[in-house]
Structures are given as C-alpha cells and as structure tokens.
C-alpha cells in the first residue's frame, strides 16, 4: 500500500512514505486529500473491481415485479424526460 498527497485537482503531490512524519510536516491545505494505492496482486482492487462499477453484477427487477412493491416512489420510466428524482 501507498499513500500519496493529491491536490484539489488530483494531482500528485508526495508520496507518504515517512511513517513518523506527522501529516502536517507534508504541508497539506484545504481541499487536498490522501490517495491510497493498493499494490497487493491479489486484494479486490487488482484487475479495477472497486473502480469500475461494469464489473460487478447487478440486480435486474422486471416492471412487472417493481410494479407489484408497496411503494410509493415513482418509476423512474414514468417520470417526464426533464425531471429528475433528485435535485
């Protein structure tokens, strides 16, 4: 594993390698953050399983069974193209 300093545009700025620096000795200001690199072959990040959401299966519910939930959120088919669920 590698912690790195990022910028507020993702740009790397160190690498946290000093394992008794405090944070503050790497200068970090508002709206940096630190960026973990999982460098284990054999941990789930390897191969993009955390990153890219097309490898993952997901759950698929016919109309006919959403239809038939006791809910009263709207079907996102039934909405009118301009309108959205959330602001």
């Known amino acids: 594993m590698r912690l790195q300093l990022r910028d507020d545009t993702g740009a790397n700025l160190a690498d946290l390698d000093d394992d008794a620096a405090p944070l503050a ?27 890219d959401a097309s490898l993952v299966d997901k759950y698929k519910m016919s109309d006919e069974a959403y ?21």
Do not use: C, M
């Open 67 to 87: 239809d038939k939930l006791h809910s009263n959120f709207p079907h996102a088919n039934s909405l009118p193209p301009q309108q959205t669920l959330f602001a």
């Open 25 to 51: 000795a790497y200068g970090p200001y508002n709206g940096y953050r630190i960026h973990v690199l999982d460098l284990d072959p054999s941990s789930l990040t390897s191969g993009g399983w955390l990153e």
